[in-house]
């Protein structure tokens, strides 16, 4: 990351806070800052507004991480999925028996994963989006950074770079599993992202055909 991006980030959590300090709060408070960026941060304000401490979320991706286990090798049995987005949670099932838990990061409020009974209908070990990524230069720079197809036009001489989605488990239309950045929060364009690790041994272990289970 560029000094200058950098200081702007910091700049911007810096004036976030400026504003609010001051404000009359009954207690602490989480504010979030997201910018669909891995530096993305969270401020923990206290009773009076004063910033307690800056979490980065880097670190609560590494802290959801450990929460995540897998106890299904030879395990015998028809492979299933559930995802709560409640709980932000995913559960690998192999014979009606739970063998895996993950945190997850599923859609946003104007990019919600669907709910419902489906099944893996695409497995796509390298998959790239279609919609969202970068433009990017002949040498493969980026020149505009998370942009939406659909919506920011292509500067000359450009090209569109789809941002990857490496495990890729298609269960209905756009949506699907794949390995991503989790902030803590529900904040991708629809789709289920799980830690790396996690996504590969879905993954493995689960075939097109594979029952999905989403539910609130």
């Given amino acids: 990351m560029s000094s200058c991006r ?31 960026s891995y530096s993305e941060a969270t401020l923990i304000l206290g009773a009076n507004g004063q910033v307690v401490t800056i979490q980065s979320t880097r670190a609560k991706a590494r802290a959801a991480e450990a929460e995540a286990y897998w106890h299904g090798d030879g395990v015998a049995g028809s492979p299933s999925i559930t995802i709560d987005l409640g709980a932000q949670k995913a559960y690998f ?3 009606g028996k739970q063998v895996g838990e993950t ?8 990019h919600p994963t669907p709910c419902g009974r489906f099944s893996v209908i695409q ?13 990017v230069d002949a040498s493969d720079n980026i ?19 789809g941002a990857p989605m ?9 949506a699907g599993l794949h390995a991503g950045f989790l902030p803590g929060f529900p904040d991708s ?21 594979t ?6």
């Fill in 166 to 174: 490496p495990w890729f488990l298609r269960f209905h239309d756009g």
């Fill in 103 to 110: 945190p997850i990061c599923s859609g946003n409020s104007t």
């Fill in 93 to 95: 099932y192999k014979g």
């Fill in 143 to 161: 020149v505009v950074n998370n942009v939406d197809v659909t919506k920011d036009p292509r500067p000359a001489g450009t090209s569109f770079k």
């Fill in 6 to 36: 950098a200081g702007f980030r910091a700049f911007a959590l810096l004036a976030a806070a400026a504003a609010l300090v001051g404000c009359t709060t009954s207690g602490p408070r989480t504010v979030h800052f997201p910018t669909h």
């Fill in 123 to 135: 497995k796509d070990k390298n998959h790239r989006s279609t919609l969202y990524g970068a433009y």
């Fill in 211 to 216: 029952p999905v289970r989403v539910v609130n």
């Fill in 189 to 209: 364009h629809g789709c289920v992202r799980l830690p790396d690790h996690m996504a590969e041994l879905f993954y493995e272990n689960a075939s097109v055909g």
